[in-house]
């Protein structure tokens, strides 16, 4: 299973609920993800294999098998995950990974799709969404979730920068206050009506507070705009993100600059199944 991470076109908070702050978000997948494969088993044990240049200590798939354990009861499953994605960029790497092993194991096993999305919210705020991806308007803690239809691939170029902790920005957000909210009624309807998105405007209300914990984020979006690029911060940073009809040539661009560009496109679905 390939399982796409995501861009946060718009990010406003509008208030706080249970510990969390909700959001009014407006999303979509990107071309680059990773890898889950998940082998039924005859017996009830679970293996789990990283391959990564890092091994998060209690990690999301850990806590995704056992929502599922304590819903569905005991299953077994042999689970690999390659690791793509950059580890605290703002992309939702832990929560597609999430995702696709929760869509996965209910793929094998046939479980109840209204107790996998329950699940999913209870192992992290951007899993229910990774469960299908694509555009999306998500709201609340990440529980309320509106397909948005469009169908058409945005050529996009990446900057990466070392990651910053989500709940070190949500709580820097709370001392620093946020950025500016993006009309997400219009965003929507130009998503649905143009054919261009470079006249967009993106947003953030975390950045702010995310540049307080890491100024490389605020050195990487400065840059884009000396290169002519409207970028935005994705999620809780630390990737930042531009829409552009050449990714290929403005990544390069970017990398003479001296950042750690890459090329990619918004999707229309984030999750694609191969069975084998
Ligand atoms: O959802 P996730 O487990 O990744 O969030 C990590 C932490 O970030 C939460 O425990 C919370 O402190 C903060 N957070 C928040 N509001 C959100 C998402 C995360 O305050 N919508």
């Given amino acids: 299973m390939e399982v796409c991470g995501k861009l946060n076109l718009s990010l406003n908070i509008t208030g706080r609920s249970g510990g969390y702050h909700t959001l009014d978000s407006v999303v979509a997948s990107v071309s680059c993800g990773d890898t889950v494969i998940v082998r039924e088993r005859k017996d009830n044990g679970i293996t789990l294999n990283f391959e990564a240049n890092f091994t998060p200590e209690v990690n ?3 806590r995704a098998v056992e929502e599922l354990h304590k819903t569905f009861g005991d299953f077994g ?3 690999t995950v390659i690791k793509r994605l950059p580890l605290a960029g703002g992309m939702g790497g832990s929560s597609a990974d999430a995702a696709g092993v929760i869509a996965a194991l209910g793929y094998i096993y046939g479980f109840d799709g209204a107790l996998i999305r329950k699940a999913c919210l209870a192992v992290g705020s951007d899993v229910p969404y990774m469960l299908e991806g694509g555009y999306a308007r998500m709201r609340g803690r990440g529980e309320a ?3 948005i239809a469009c169908d058409k691939e945005y050529g996009v170029v990446l900057v ?3 990651g910053t902790e989500t709940a070190r920005v949500y709580a820097e957000y709370d001392r620093v206050g946020g950025d500016t909210p993006v009309d997400n009624d219009e965003m929507v309807k130009r998503l649905t009506c143009v054919r261009k998105f470079d006249k967009i405007p993106l947003g953030n209300m ?3 507070a995310a540049i307080g914990l890491n100024p490389r984020i605020a050195l990487n979006l400065a840059a884009c705009e000396r290169a002519g690029l409207n970028a935005n911060m994705t999620g809780s940073g630390s990737t930042v993100y531009a829409f552009t009809s050449d990714p290929e040539g403005d990544a390069e661009r970017l990398k003479k600059m001296g950042l750690d560009a890459y090329a990619a496109h918004t999707c229309a ?6 069975r084998v």
């Fill in 269 to 274: 679905s984030g999750l694609k199944i191969y």
């Fill in 160 to 162: 990466r920068a070392e």
């Fill in 145 to 147: 979730i509106e397909p």
């Fill in 206 to 208: 975390l950045a702010r």
């Fill in 60 to 62: 999301s798939v850990t």
């Fill in 77 to 79: 499953a042999d689970i």
